[in-house]
Structure formats: C-alpha cells, structure tokens
C-alpha cells in the first residue's frame, strides 16, 4: 500500500452518463498527477497538479473531461457523457517534489472504469 | 517513433534464468528513468530507479545507456513471483515531471 488512495475501485456506467472519481494522495505531496490506461499499453499522463493549481493537461484530456484539487489535497476527476471509448483505468499518482533529486511517484491502486 | 519503446514479449523463462528487458527513449534530455512492476489489473509499483550509473538491488540490476539512450533491467535467479509485465518510464518535461511510460514487457517464469 503506497498511501495513495482511489475511490471507487470499479465503476460500470452507461455511455452518456457522468461519472466521477476521487484520489487522495499522501498527506505531505503537493504534487498529484493522473493517467489513463487502456488494455495492453502502459500509463498516459492527463494532467497534474501542484497543490491545487492544474499546471499541465495533455491532449488525451478533451472537453468532456475536468480535473479540481479544490484545497490541495484530494483531486477529483469527472468525465462528462461518457463514451466506449473512456473504459480504462484511471491511475492517481503522488509526488513529493522535494527538489532533493528523488522524484519518484506513488501510484493509487486506480479506478477501473467500463462503459456499455 | 514512440517517446519510450518497449519489447511487448512475452518473454517465457524457467525458474532460475536470467533475463533482461531493454527500453529506449528518444529525448535525449531525460534525466530519471524507473522501472515499474504491474501485476495483471492492478496499479504500477515502483521497482527502481535509473540515475546515471545505475543501481543493483538484490536480484535486479538496472542500467543506464545515454549514448545508446536506452535503460535495462537485468532480472537474475528468476522466480515463479517476477511474473509480471515490467514498464519502464522516463520523467519527462522538466518541472512537470510527468512519466512517460513504454507498453510494458510482459515476463512468464515458469515452474
């Protein structure tokens, strides 16, 4: 157990539904990142927050997609009319960016997500 | 060309081999570099860190190639529990910090 937690764990929606998805990070990391990934390909970066400023969202994350870490703490990530093509799980990574030169990052446990 | 390539396998050793993963980048500016272990349906677990010179811990040995700009992992003594798909990742965009990840090698030690 990293710390990191995800909830929930497993999510099956209809297409076209809203969904939502909370990560709380370890206590003292400021920075809390998300990925997505999909069957038989490694993890793609979506967007990153340092305490609760977004500073960086990929491409993959289109407008149906929204990311808040409203106190710097947890983060939620909301997919809008969801569609097939979103079932992946959805990874929350912690990082203490302590400027000491380890810059490893702690991974949740995800949130698997299907979409019929 | 892919940020980060990886050698999807499956690689199927028996218990005991030696087998070894390489992973290249294509940024040749990249500074850290890690080695995650996944098992099937669950999150990525750090398994080590790529500084410069690389490290050894137990029964693993990664390596850092910057001229060749790839890393490997070296897995020695392999056990049925190594059975895993191995990702390597590369920090990527500076004070982003964001990890760019292969698709993973999938290993198979068998009995």
């Known amino acids: 157990d990293t710390g990191v937690s995800q909830n929930p764990r497993h999510k099956i929606t209809k297409r076209g539904q809203n969904v939502t998805f909370r990560c709380d990070p370890i206590?003292?990391?400021?920075?809390l990142y998300w990925y997505r990934q999909t069957l038989g390909q490694g993890p793609e970066f979506l967007t990153y927050?340092?305490?609760?400023?977004?500073?960086?969202k990929s491409r993959l994350l289109s407008d149906r997609f929204s990311a808040e870490r409203p106190k710097g703490s947890f983060s939620t990530l909301e997919i809008q009319r969801t569609e097939q093509g979103d079932s992946a799980m959805y990874l929350c990574?912690?990082?203490?960016?302590?400027?000491?030169?380890?810059?490893?990052?702690?991974f949740g446990p995800g949130t698997r997500l299907t979409v019929l | 060309r892919k940020e980060v390539e990886q050698d999807p396998g499956p690689f199927n050793v028996p218990e005991g081999a030696t087998v070894a993963f390489n992973c290249t980048y294509s940024?040749?500016?990249?500074?850290?570099f890690f080695w995650y272990r996944q098992d099937c349906r669950k999150e990525p677990k750090l398994l080590m860190s790529?500084?410069?010179s690389g490290n050894e811990d137990g029964r693993f040995t990664a390596q850092l190639n910057r001229a060749s700009q790839y890393i490997s992992l070296l897995i020695r003594d392999s056990k049925l529990s190594d059975s895993a798909t191995y990702l390597c990742?590369?920090?990527?965009?500076?004070?982003?910090?964001?990890?760019?990840f292969g698709t993973g090698t999938l290993l198979a030690v068998q009995p």
């Open positions: 790529v500084y410069s």
């Open positions: 206590s003292e990391h400021n920075r």
């Open positions: 940024n040749s500016a990249s500074q850290s």
């Open positions: 990742a590369e920090a990527y965009g500076g004070a982003t910090n964001k990890l760019i």
């Open positions: 990574a912690s990082f203490p960016a302590t400027g000491r030169g380890d810059n490893e990052q702690f």
């Open positions: 927050f340092q305490n609760e400023a977004q500073l960086e």
